[in-house]
């Protein structure tokens, strides 16, 4: 039977001890709706609550909540209880006080969202061997460094991770400890590979339809601009320096995000994400389509990411080319046009420009 996750928006009248209350109400008719309500979050400083039940479907949540306490949920979600139990922690009730007849859970469900991402910054030379190794080395550092801080992996790829953290500051002090040892100057990898770190924080159900999917897609976007640093997001600093005496976070391998430059990276990203493909876009489009003139964009471009707009252009399709070339799915000319380039031949130009080594030779040598 599907899961889903519900989100109620509580009134200010409402504690936890009521949440608790209704959650009792909907256990004791959840069977004649078909329902298994798993567990719940309740989150009064933010004025909302989280419901993980199996249902036969969304329809069947709503008429179990009216029927048995009348809150009807403000928007549900189809998720898994594995991915669940990565981002929140557990996919049941704690297990109830013995003093207490009733199992109040104030246990908000808002996560910080880490992102890491590792790439290469030039294959000339290298050795895809010792490559494959010293990732691997790196790799087990950041695992090594996530459950310290008491993190949680929920996703792990090559080149990136996608973690959560129920503390704020567990989450900085964590990609601290990564960046600082990836940047130590007696180790050649940091030459090699280039780290960046995004940090966001939200709530699980939002407007879209996947689990935390505008925390994590801001996180990601994080990375895809700035490299090289921490980037975090306004929310992340102000609940850093709330929980820290307001220690200020001006470390030099932090950028802090205002809320203009978060709204310009959606902007920018939005559009890029939409036209990148055509081979005929350019910086041109985004002044024109953003709003801005040549030189305002240009000088945001440089002051947030350290490169121009068509340079900033240049660089995404590349990457994705990477990807795409890692799938072996297509040759070196439908990834060439399918990346927005006007020729193979440019296209092996930027590469090799880029990563030091030509595309037929990275295909070889690189791709497993």
């Not at 969304?58 to 949920?73: R, S």
């Not at 949680?152 to 601290?176: D, I, M, P």
Request: glycine share 6%; proline share 3%; hydrophobic share 35%.
């Amino acid at each position: 039977m599907p899961i889903y996750m519900d989100r109620h928006e509580i009134p200010k009248e409402i504690t936890a001890l009521h949440v608790a209350e209704m959650h009792r109400e909907d256990l004791k008719i959840e069977h004649l709706y078909g329902c298994k309500g798993m567990t719940y979050w309740c989150d009064e400083k933010r004025r909302t609550a989280f419901c993980l039940i199996q249902a036969p479907n969304k329809k069947a949540i709503q008429d179990m909540h009216n029927h048995a306490h009348g809150e009807v949920p403000h928007r549900i979600i189809e998720v898994e209880s594995s991915i669940v139990e990565s981002f929140l922690g557990r996919i049941e009730d704690p297990e109830k006080s013995q003093k207490t007849e009733l199992n109040i859970i104030n246990d908000p469900a808002f996560r910080t969202i880490m992102v890491i991402g590792l790439r290469k910054l030039s294959f000339l030379g290298s050795d895809p061997k010792h490559m494959i190794r010293e990732l691997g080395n790196c790799n087990k550092y950041i695992l090594g460094s996530v459950e310290k801080f008491l993190g949680r992996v929920v996703r792990q790829k090559s080149g990136y991770f996608l973690v959560s953290f129920n503390s704020v500051t567990n989450a900085v002090l964590c990609a601290q400890e990564i960046h600082s040892h990836h940047n130590d100057s007696s180790k050649k990898f940091n030459k090699d590979f280039q780290l960046s770190i995004g940090l966001n924080a939200g709530v699980p159900v939002t407007e879209k339809d996947s689990i935390f999917e505008d925390t994590i897609k801001m996180a990601e976007r994080f990375c895809e601009m700035v490299h090289g640093k921490i980037v975090i997001s306004p929310e992340v600093r102000e609940l850093y320096e709330s929980e820290n005496m307001n220690v200020k976070l001006n470390h030099k391998n932090i950028k802090t995000l205002s809320v203009g430059e978060e709204k310009f990276v959606n902007l920018l990203m939005d559009y890029t994400e939409k036209e990148w493909t055509n081979a005929a876009f350019n910086s041109n489009d985004f002044s024109k389509n953003m709003g801005f003139s040549k030189s305002q964009l240009y000088r945001k471009m440089i002051g947030l990411t350290g490169k121009s707009p068509n340079s900033f252009i240049k660089d995404y399709r590349l990457e994705k080319a990477l990807q795409l070339l890692d799938k072996k799915a297509k040759n070196i000319s439908e990834v060439a046009f399918g990346t927005g380039f006007n020729s193979p031949a440019y296209f092996s130009k930027c590469f090799m420009d880029s990563f030091g080594v030509l595309p037929s030779k990275y295909i070889q040598d690189y791709t497993v």
